[in-house]
Structures are given as structure tokens and as C-alpha cells.
């Protein structure tokens, strides 16, 4: 017996290059965010894997990006992904792949905090 083609297949894409498939590969954040960690803020993985096209013998075991430049505010991309030769990104260009922000010890928080405390020696005085 031999192997038939299902029926209802659509051929390949003609511009899709031969021998080249999807697949998942895992995205792993490399480096300390000095500066992110300095203002007490946090990077925040939001893609944990990224869909590439390649050929089976090209498809690296997992993409790293480094996070060490990245300062509050920063946000890394899938375009910014270093990709192996033979390996291109099959997902937006623009989805976020780490976000750097800042702690919520800072900002409105961090303010309300302080303005707690002064109320609190207030009180205190009141008292006395």
C-alpha cells in the first residue's frame, strides 16, 4: 500500500522558501537589568516562546536576548531577537517580548507612603 496525499491539501505558498518549517522555539532572557533593578522596577517576560521559519537542521534549541541595557520604560520586541542565520521570525514583528517598569515603591505609591508617615507624626504631636 502506498502513501496518498490527503485530499484537500493546498499545496505550499509559492513564496514560501522550500524546506522551510514552523516551529516553537524557546525565548530566554539573558543579563541583569542594572539600571531597571537600581530604580526598583522589574523586566517582565511576556512571550516565553517565538514561532520561527526554518529549515529542520537550523532550528536553534533556543533564542537568547540579552537584558542588560534595558532601562525603565524599555520594551524589547521579536524584531529585536538575534536570529540565526537560516531562521526567520513567523510572529508580529512589533509583540512584546520583555518589559522593563518601574517598582511600585515608586511614583504614586511610593508618595502616598510618604505623605502616611507625615500624617502619622501629626498625629503623633497631637497627642503629646
Known amino acids: 500500500m502506498t502513501a496518498q496525499p490527503l485530499a484537500g491539501n493546498p499545496p505550499p505558498p509559492p513564496h514560501a522558501a522550500p524546506g522551510l518549517r514552523n516551529f516553537e522555539v524557546p525565548v530566554i532572557l539573558v543579563g541583569e537589568a542594572v539600571e531597571v533593578r537600581h530604580a ?11 514561532s520561527v521559519k526554518a529549515r529542520p537542521g537550523s532550528i536553534p534549541n533556543s ?14 520586541r ?9 531562521v526567520e521570525a513567523d ?13 511600585r515603591t515608586s511614583g ?21
Open 63 to 76: 533564542i537568547e536576548l540579552d537584558i542588560s541595557g534595558m532601562v525603565p520604560g524599555d520594551l524589547l
Open 108 to 128: 504614586s505609591l511610593g508618595e502616598e507612603a510618604e505623605e502616611a508617615g507625615v500624617e502619622g507624626e501629626s498625629e503623633a504631636d497631637a497627642e503629646a
Open 78 to 86: 521579536v524584531a529585536d531577537l538575534p536570529l540565526p542565520d537560516g
Open 40 to 50: 526598583d522596577g522589574a523586566v517582565d517576560q511576556q512571550m516565553f516562546a517565538v
Open 91 to 103: 510572529t508580529d514583528p512589533e509583540a512584546a517580548i520583555a518589559i522593563a517598569h518601574v517598582g
